[in-house]
Every structure is written in structure tokens, then in C-alpha cells.
């Protein structure tokens, strides 16, 4: 039973254009969610998160939206650029624990 | 060296060796996690340590066994794998309990034939 899921494993968009990543999760009791960014052999690197109590996080080209009544929250990348293709994780925090999606590839294309 | 270090990069092994895996964060952080990533799968969160004791055993085989001698160092000794263990494993570390982040290690790819 998958409690963070991200549906669509990849994603392709314009260089310039809006990037949407989207994630949902099951558990009530997540009281963070991050995102991270991951290169081929690279570990993942931390890009933002947002406190359950928020419902919008930016920081600088990335924002955060938080939606918990439809536990769903999602990346925004704008502009996006050729640099930010990548696997991107979604992560829930339950006490310690971080519960991971199954990633989203994004390419930017020229 | 900053942040959190693996070694080695990439592992090799048989069924019947014997190996270990190194983690080192110079972050001065309190706990440190392995997690597994296997193709395809999500992180899989595997064992966490909090000021050197073990506080999550996420029913991980007992051919997987880690060691914590210190809040900076991590160790997963590997003996007797299957093929189906080869994966990324992967090294993270966090600071106080209130911080949500944990940042990772480059990973040890692990092939077992």
C-alpha cells in the first residue's frame, strides 16, 4: 500500500515553460512534505518543502502548493530550464520517517 | 569534505562475500538513515539511528546489518546477498528531530551476482 504516489513517471516540457509536478499521499498524519531533485548517480539533493499547516511555499523558480483536502500537493517550476531535467521525488514525513513517491522524470527540452 | 559521503561508489560481489558499506556526514547532524532504491520502486527506508542507537529496523533481512560507532559514521555490512539486493543504497543524515530535511549521500551501487 503506497502512502505518497506520483502518477505520471514522466514529464516533457519547452525550456521557458511552466513545469507542473504533482503528488498525492494517504496519511492524514504527514506533517511535512518535501521535494527532491535526483541526477543519474547522484544522491537526491533537497529542493523545498512545506509544513502541513501552509498551503504555499516558494523559493525562487520552485513553489510548493499544498492541498489537504484532496492531499495532493505539487512543484511548480517556472521558467523551467534545460539544467532542471531530472528525476524529481516527492517525500512525506510520518515522526522521523520520510515516505518517498516513485519519482517523476522531468525534461526540458530547448 | 562537506555533506555526506559514500564509499564505495560502485560494488561488485558474490553471493558468498562479504562487504561493507561506508557512510560519513560532516554535517554534525544527530541521526543518519540506509534506505534502499531499487528500479522502478520508491526509496525504501531501511534502518535509522538517532544519537547512535538503532530506533527503526524497517524488517530489513538479517544478511543486512548495520553498525553506527558514532553519530558522524554508518556502516551496512552485506553477507550472504541475493541478486535481487542489487540496488542503489543510499546514506542520508538529519539534524535535530524538528528539522524535516535529510540530506543523502551519493549512493553505493551494488550489483550481486
Known amino acids: 500500500d503506497q502512502q505518497v504516489k506520483q502518477n505520471s513517471p514522466s514529464l516533457s516540457v519547452q525550456e521557458g515553460r511552466i513545469s507542473i509536478l504533482n503528488c498525492d499521499y494517504t496519511?492524514?498524519?504527514?506533517?511535512?512534505f518535501l521535494w527532491y531533485k535526483k541526477y543519474p548517480a547522484e544522491g537526491p539533493t533537497f529542493l523545498i518543502s512545506?509544513?502541513?499547516?501552509?498551503d504555499k511555499n516558494e523559493d525562487g523558480r520552485f513553489t510548493v502548493f499544498l492541498n489537504k483536502s484532496a492531499k495532493h500537493l505539487s512543484l511548480h517550476i517556472v521558467p523551467s530550464q534545460p539544467g532542471d531535467s531530472a528525476v524529481y521525488f516527492c517525500?512525506?514525513?510520518?515522526?522521523?520517517?520520510?515516505?518517498f513517491g516513485t519519482g517523476t522524470r522531468l525534461q526540458v527540452f530547448p | 569534505e562537506t555533506g555526506v559521503t559514500q564509499t564505495p561508489r560502485h560494488l561488485v560481489m558474490g553471493m558468498t562475500n562479504k562487504k561493507s558499506l561506508k557512510c560519513e556526514q560532516h554535517?554534525?547532524?544527530?541521526?543518519m538513515y540506509w534506505y534502499k532504491q531499487s528500479a522502478k520502486k520508491p526509496l525504501e527506508l531501511m534502518f535509522v539511528?538517532?544519537?547512535?542507537?538503532?530506533?527503526e529496523n524497517n524488517s530489513v533481512p538479517s544478511r543486512f546489518s548495520p553498525e553506527c560507532p558514532n553519530s558522524s559514521h554508518l556502516f551496512l555490512h552485506l553477507h550472504t546477498l541475493q541478486p535481487e539486493d542489487s540496488a542503489l543504497y543510499l546514506c542520508?543524515?538529519?539534524?535535530?528531530?524538528?528539522?524535516?530535511?535529510?540530506?543523502f549521500g551519493p549512493g553505493t551501487r551494488l550489483l550481486v551476482l
Open positions: 542520508a543524515s538529519r539534524g535535530s528531530v524538528r528539522q524535516e530535511t535529510q540530506y
Open positions: 496519511n492524514s498524519m504527514f506533517d511535512y
Open positions: 512545506i509544513s502541513s499547516i501552509k
Open positions: 517525500a512525506a514525513r510520518y515522526t522521523d520517517k520520510l515516505i
Open positions: 554535517l554534525g547532524h544527530n541521526a
Open positions: 539511528y538517532n544519537f547512535k542507537e538503532q530506533t
